[in-house]
T-cell receptor
Framework: EAGVAQSPRYKIIEKRQSVAFWCNPI?????LYWYQQILGQGPKLLIQ????????DSQLPKDRFSAERLKGVDSTLKIQPAKLEDSAVYLC??????????FGPGTRLLVL | GIQVEQSPPDLILQEGANSTLRCNFS?????LQWFHQNPWGQLINLFY???GTKQNGRLSATTVATERYSLLYISSSQTTDSGVYFC?????????????FGKGTHLIIQP
């Protein structure tokens, strides 16, 4: 069974630019999560989708971050405009029926 | 929100040693997972263990939900065990399923 796929793996941008990350969850997993992991800390949930609906986006900085999961499968997370403090690893995870969450390899973002 | 504390924050051991990592949490949970984050940043599932005891090779874990703690045991450590170990929980009183992570235990196994 294929794991969670993410792309790109690395991204370097200037502050105030925009960037987008893509995630493909494990086949059949209805729940998809985006986490942000700042260096030296544990991951923090940004947004949770159940199929194509948002369950929790209370920690998503909505003035600059947006996410969508239009067909209930793949998801895109966007940052516009990026700030220096957005430098982090962005992790996508998926699960079936609120059980074990499986994480992708992450996208490392550096904002200069 | 729920608080997750892991100890020790750092641990340096010689190859072959045994270790115990602890995770304390502040409220009741529906889900508790242990992860190993390797040097490339990949989070690898070790255990899904909201209660009870599980074993997988040299690793085992115990969660005592009523006392709000979980332990991860690593026996006969190998250099490939190095990395950061995270405990993550799902608060049972919440409506969503996002995990709350501790700050991790950074484990270094020396040859």
């Amino acid at each position: 069974e294929a794991g969670v796929a993410q792309s790109p793996r690395y991204k370097i941008i200037e502050k105030r630019q925009s960037v987008a990350f893509w995630c493909n969850p494990i086949s059949g997993h209805a729940t998809l999560y985006w986490y942000q992991q700042i260096l030296g800390q544990g991951p923090k949930l940004l947004i949770q989708f159940q199929n194509n609906g948002v369950v929790d986006d209370s920690q998503l900085p909505k003035d600059r971050f947006s996410a969508e999961r239009l067909k209930g499968v793949d998801s895109t997370l966007k940052i516009q405009p990026a700030k220096l403090e957005d430098s982090a690893v962005y992790l996508c995870a998926s699960s079936s029926r609120a059980q074990t969450q499986y994480f992708g390899p992450g996208t490392r973002l550096l904002v200069l | 929100g729920i608080q997750v504390e892991q100890s020790p924050p750092d641990l340096i051991l010689q190859e072959g040693a045994n270790s115990t990592l602890r995770c304390n949490f502040s409220d009741s949970v529906n889900n508790l997972q242990w992860f190993h984050q390797n040097p490339w940043g990949q989070l690898i599932n070790l255990f899904y263990i909201p209660s009870g005891t599980k074993q997988n090779g040299r690793l085992s874990a115990t969660t005592v939900a009523t006392e709000r703690y979980s332990l991860l045991y690593i026996s006969s450590s190998q250099t490939t065990d190095s990395g950061v170990y995270f405990c993550a929980v799902l608060y049972s009183g919440g409506g969503a399923d996002g995990l709350t992570f501790g700050k991790g235990t950074h484990l270094i196994i020396q040859p």
